[in-house]
């Protein structure tokens, strides 16, 4: 396994890989990995011949009251599971590496990304489209691989491989949860014991609203039932709960298509998201 | 010669020849080539081992009020130059093909492309680095060459391949000239006999500059000596003219870095624009 920061020195050992008709895979990353997070990497590993891990708490992202100073970090620990997962290179830039001086070009997604965390976090997803057009440019993968944990993230990130024709295949990696059915988070680590305990009523809440679903109940009154399981807990705060069509993420008028079932709470300070897809 | 309308037809064809080792260029053009554009050809030919054309007249770098419509095309003529100057593969989408329905992401230059044609054409840039970015991604090349008659656009694509990462060298070739200095452009097609004499000022005026500023005549003196050359012809109105720093495309103050020296006019209703760079 081989670490690079340097995005030009990555890439050029990249380009030569490809020259050689390897199939590059990729995980990008924040880093403090989880089991989610390995779960992708054994995604992209049986489907290519090099696995890239990208690990970057991507400045531009994170808006300017956000957690971007206290997300999470532990590299030693992620190096560690990535030489497990059989990751062959880690790319691990630092802020000047990814936005040098003069730094000026940014992508936007302009639909999808209005909506749920858009909403809440405006510039949150011109942040990610524009480092994973980056990390694309520099890791050049066959096969990316993203968590549908953040499934508004997942969905623009289609979009942007669309529009933009990336020679990417994007493979949606499932929700990987503890055994109590919290989504793994690299926020988890913020919660303490108490507010943890509180958390799993969000996953709860989801998997009460699948049964409602199966049991013929419409949208608002499914969405009703969400927000009160969420409101009984004291001390947590809901950002949102949103039935959406999956494809357009516009708000839902039946199950009759592919539905995505969102939640964004906070719980203390921390801020958790999840979802559910229903495949109607 | 093959000739692609289908962005992931070429795609795939360029991707096989890539893991063969194969080097691509490229020169993106809006067609109605002229011996401008030949010369791009010739110099992306010369180093690399597959010759890609674009010819795209792309409705996103037009403002609603710009000559989108009447912009000239000639595909017929087009193909013939392309096979004459040995390119491989002709790329010739439609609309549909490069923006279809539901698209919806966008990149931007938030710097350089505020000034000179940035001011007097809102979006154009943004037009630009969107389909050059696609085109990039698109036909994937290791070399690709545009024209230093676009000098801001030459620019701002060098910033955009810098930002985002994209493993592609950009080669700038010199201004190709009529035999009496008019620089070559498709839409000089679009003059009059009276406006294309007219239109010859605009050179003498950029020579004018240049004589004056081996005379060791300062910036603002050189810059009215322009625009009073420029003013002495009737019916050509004065866009802009602009001294400014080519690097930074700051308002140059003296002579002493890389200067562009860019004017646009439109003579009838025809804009033209042209430049020199002056090395000190």
Redesign the interface.
Known sequence: MKIFNS?QVL?QEL?EA??C?KRIGFVPTMGYLHAGHLSLMRIAKDKTDILVASIFVNPMQFGPSEDLESYPRDFKSDEVLCEKEGVDYIFYPNNDDMY?S???????????SKVLCGAKRPGHFRGV??VV??LF??V?PDVAVFGQKDAQQVRIIQ??V??????VEVVIGPIVREADGLAMSSRNSHLTKEDRNKALVIYQSLLLAKLLIEDGRDVSSVKSAILEKLGYVTGLSVDYVEIRNYDTLEEAESFESVILIAVAVKVGKVRLIDNIIVWN
């Open positions: 995005p890439q380009l490809k020259k008709g040098p003069g730094y000026s070009t940014y992508v936007d997604e302009l639909v999808l489209v524009t057009t980056k440019n520099i050049l979009q942007l669309r529009d933009l024709n990336f020679p």
